[in-house]
């Protein structure tokens, strides 16, 4: 009897952890920089995630080896990889990462279901696609694409793309909705609108995650899908 009660609970705690996947933390940023997934080479993708110029079109020709614009290039984040809510309890977005023992190979262009275990948006689920790499991350780290959630370690991009236009706290970004419209109108003020709105502002919550198929509607954004 005992012997089955042990098996049940093993049973159980395995049951347990697939279902919340592993744990993790988020934190925001927007450094306007060409991402990392965005370099040929990185991962078995469809192609690498798009960048734009600076008035955030993609340019004519593409060119995948077009250095970014935080060094002496002019290849930008698009507008498009901001977040945006699908409903009341589920929005799409994009991240940089670290996975825990994963590489780029792994996670450039995949796509993670999180699901915020602590702040205002506790219970709310987001499915984000990696699209960028963080040095300076943890281990399980999902660092938040968020117009105006702080620039970083390399603000020039941004100094760049928005002609040296107020960007908040270096890490953080801006703190109050008014402030989004220091961003141009559009998609980079409306992915910044979604972190007052539908975010309420949360400050880094925790997660639990799991990989899952990414939403072709993320795909249609980077142009950077895996292949299986």
């Known amino acids: 009897m005992l012997l089955t009660l042990a098996r049940l609970s093993f049973a159980f705690s395995l049951l347990l952890h697939h279902v919340s996947g592993e744990s993790g933390v988020t934190t925001r940023y927007w450094d306007c920089c060409k991402p990392s ?28 080896n077009a250095a970014t614009a935080c060094g002496n290039g002019e290849a930008y984040t ?13 929005a799409y977005g994009f991240a940089a990462a670290n996975l825990k023992g994963k590489n780029e190979g792994d996670w450039c262009c995949a796509c993670y279901e999180l699901t915020f275990t602590s702040g205002p948006v506790y219970g709310k689920k987001m499915v984000v696609q990696v699209t960028n790499t963080g040095a300076d991350l943890k281990e399980n780290q999902f660092d938040l694409a968020i117009p105006g959630g702080g620039v970083g370690i390399f603000p020039q991009g941004c100094a760049k793309q928005f002609n040296g236009a107020w960007m908040g706290n270096t890490f953080g970004g801006y703190w109050q ?23 309420k502002n949360a400050d880094n919550p925790s997660v639990d995650f799991r990989e899952v198929s990414c939403p072709q509607a993320m795909i249609d954004r980077t142009h950077c899908g895996r292949w299986s």
């Not at 698009?78 to 589920?90: I, K, Q, R």
């Not at 109108?185 to 975010?199: E, I, K, M, V």
């Open 78 to 90: 698009c507008s498009n990889n901001g977040p945006w809510a699908v409903n009341d309890n589920l």
């Open 177 to 199: 909705r008014d402030h989004c419209y220091n961003l141009p109108a559009g998609a980079f003020r409306d992915g910044c609108f979604w972190r007052f709105d539908w975010f």
């Open 37 to 64: 997934c965005a370099w040929p080479g990185k991962a078995r993708v469809s192609e690498p995630v798009r960048t734009c110029n600076k008035q955030d079109l993609w340019p004519i020709p593409l060119d995948a």
